[in-house]
């Protein structure tokens, strides 16, 4: 398995080899760097922990300076590996663009852009309500949401769809093609679109 951690630069247009356009999404792989292999035997799983990024060594706890030495990583993620594959992994050794090579198929995870507090309409793709026979300031409402279903006291049923907190959430998406990779820049363009905004941290993985 191949994995890297990335950052969204933003979205753009690829021509291929018959000049054919595609919307591709840039993607920024500053190298990561190995912080900790986990086994079976000591820690119960096998895995490989990745740091990316800085930060200021101010906002690093005392405990993280001790695991990562000279590193001062903004974030640190996981991948699990099988146990066979940890040899291949040894900690400070760092990962950049060219683990992946043009056609490759990958599964990209990131933050969804997010949205704040929004209605049934945006939320939930809801109609709303009739905008002729005197209705009145209803063309975004939800409708009713109590006594469906004839239940005694007319509740609200669980998980019924309603306006609340949109977007932020943790997306993959599946069978992406690597449609350039430049290891002078380590930068990767990948075909389609990718969770977040610009600047989104993604796991990528192959």
């Known amino acids: 398995m191949k994995f890297i951690l990335g950052e969204k630069i933003t979205m753009t247009q690829f021509f291929d080899s018959k000049g054919r356009a595609q919307a591709a999404?840039?993607?920024k792989?500053?190298?990561?760097?190995?912080?900790?292999?986990?086994?079976?035997d000591k820690d119960g799983y096998s895995s490989v922990q990745l740091g990316f990024g800085t930060r200021k060594e101010k906002n690093i706890a005392k405990a993280q300076k001790g695991a990562w030495?000279?590193?001062?990583?903004?974030?640190?993620r996981e991948f699990r590996v099988s146990a066979d594959e940890l040899a291949n992994y040894t900690v400070g050794a760092s990962l950049d663009a060219s683990v992946f090579a043009i056609d490759d198929t990958i599964r990209v995870t990131g933050l969804s852009k997010g949205k704040g507090f929004q209605g049934v309409v945006k939320r939930h793709n809801f109609a709303g309500g009739p905008r002729s026979h005197g209705q009145k300031h209803s063309e975004r409402e939800a409708g009713s949401i109590g006594g469906s279903g004839g239940r005694a006291g007319g509740r609200v049923a669980k998980g019924i769809r309603m306006a609340g907190r949109m977007g932020?959430?943790?997306i993959t998406?599946?069978?992406?093609?690597v449609l350039a990779v430049d290891t002078a820049t380590n930068t990767m363009v990948v075909k389609g679109a990718v969770p977040g905004r610009n600047g989104t941290l993604l796991e990528?993985?192959?």
């Open 25 to 27: 999404t840039i993607i």
């Open 29 to 40: 792989a500053t190298p990561s760097v190995v912080t900790q292999v986990k086994s079976t």
């Open 69 to 76: 030495g000279e590193g001062r990583f903004a974030t640190t």
């Open 168 to 170: 932020s959430d943790r």
């Open 173 to 177: 998406v599946r069978n992406l093609k």
């Open 204 to 206: 990528i993985i192959g």
